[in-house]
Structure formats: structure tokens, C-alpha cells
């Protein structure tokens, strides 16, 4: 008996051990989780600070968006190229934040505030409206871009 005793203490200890150990498994999980939603809001900051610091280096393009201020002006077909390379930019930066999304890490008021981010960018140089809509998925296929387009709607 007293070997009977033994094992179930040793069976005990060991469910006891396994309990403890899901339990840390879960908190690792948790802080992996945060520290993914974290890097990935930190992400992009990242690629709008470059977005900004695009314009603080490069007076050309900073002429340009003034240019552009102005909607249905003339550009040289250098300057159409920037502008399509500056939209291709928002648009990358759109569906990183579509991704985040998708992936449930940005939401809410994060979330709000990257596409108001965008949004300011678009809102600020009126004259690129015309090369963004092409391209965009239709309507009803991404929360992300809807918000992007009512943004877009109210702009116009």
C-alpha cells in the first residue's frame, strides 16, 4: 500500500507540474501576442515617420505635393511618376494596415487613428485623388479600405 500511496502523490505532483507549466505556456502566449501588436503598430509609425521624412529630404517632391494642391494640374510625366510612386506608397501603407487588421492586431481607436493618418496625407495633397481610386478593391471587400474610401468620399 505504502507504494500505492507513492504514486498517486508522484501521479499528483505531476498533473500539479502540468497545470503550472499550461498555465506559464499561456502567459508566454499572452506576452507574444502583445509584443506582435506592439511591433506591428510600431511598424507603422515606422513607415509613416519615412513617409514624412520622404518630403523633409527631397524638395522636389515637396513642390510637387504643393503642385498638387491644386486639383487637375498639369504634370510633366516625371512628376506623374512621383505622384503614382507617392500613391503606391499610401496604398502599401493601406494594406499593412489591412493586414493588422485581418490579423486582429489593430483595432478600435489604433485603428481609426492609422487610417486617419492616411486619410491626412490623401486630404492634404487634393490632386492625387485622381490616381488613387484606381486600383482599390471593390467595396464591401475590406473594413480598411471602406473607411479609406468614406474618408476619400467626405474629401471630395
Given at each position: 500500500?505504502?507504494?500505492?500511496?507513492?504514486?498517486?502523490?508522484?501521479?499528483?505532483?505531476?498533473?500539479?507540474?502540468?497545470?503550472?507549466?499550461?498555465?506559464?505556456?499561456?502567459?508566454?502566449?499572452?506576452?507574444?501576442?502583445?509584443?506582435?501588436?506592439?511591433?506591428?503598430?510600431?511598424?507603422?509609425?515606422?513607415?509613416?515617420?519615412?513617409?514624412?521624412?520622404?518630403?523633409?529630404?527631397?524638395?522636389?517632391?515637396?513642390?510637387?505635393?504643393?503642385?498638387?494642391?491644386?486639383?487637375?494640374?498639369?504634370?510633366?510625366?516625371?512628376?506623374r511618376?512621383?505622384?503614382?510612386?507617392?500613391?503606391?506608397?499610401?496604398?502599401?501603407?493601406?494594406?499593412?494596415?489591412?493586414?493588422?487588421?485581418?490579423?486582429?492586431?489593430?483595432?478600435?481607436?489604433?485603428?481609426?487613428r492609422?487610417?486617419?493618418?492616411?486619410?491626412?496625407?490623401?486630404?492634404?495633397?487634393?490632386?492625387?485623388?485622381?490616381?488613387?481610386?484606381?486600383?482599390?478593391p471593390p467595396?464591401?471587400?475590406?473594413?480598411?479600405?471602406?473607411?479609406?474610401?468614406?474618408?476619400?468620399?467626405?474629401?471630395?
Amino acid at each position: 500500500m505504502n507504494l500505492d500511496k507513492i504514486n498517486r502523490w508522484l501521479s499528483l505532483s505531476a498533473n500539479i507540474g502540468v497545470l503550472i507549466g499550461i498555465g506559464f505556456l499561456s502567459l508566454e502566449i499572452r506576452q507574444s501576442n502583445r509584443i506582435a501588436e506592439r511591433d506591428g503598430r510600431s511598424d507603422l509609425v515606422s513607415e509613416d515617420i519615412e513617409i514624412q521624412r520622404s518630403f523633409l529630404e527631397n524638395p522636389t517632391l515637396v513642390e510637387l505635393m504643393v503642385k498638387l494642391e491644386t486639383p487637375e494640374t498639369e504634370l510633366t510625366s516625371v512628376e506623374r511618376f512621383q505622384v503614382q510612386s507617392y500613391v503606391a506608397t499610401l496604398r502599401s501603407r493601406i494594406s499593412n494596415i489591412n493586414i493588422s487588421y485581418e490579423s486582429g492586431l489593430l483595432d478600435g481607436e489604433p485603428l481609426q487613428r492609422q487610417v486617419s493618418g492616411v486619410l491626412a496625407n490623401i486630404r492634404r495633397v487634393p490632386g492625387i485623388l485622381h490616381y488613387f481610386e484606381p486600383g482599390m478593391p471593390p467595396r464591401g471587400d475590406s473594413v480598411v479600405y471602406d473607411m479609406i474610401r468614406d474618408g476619400i468620399s467626405r474629401i471630395e
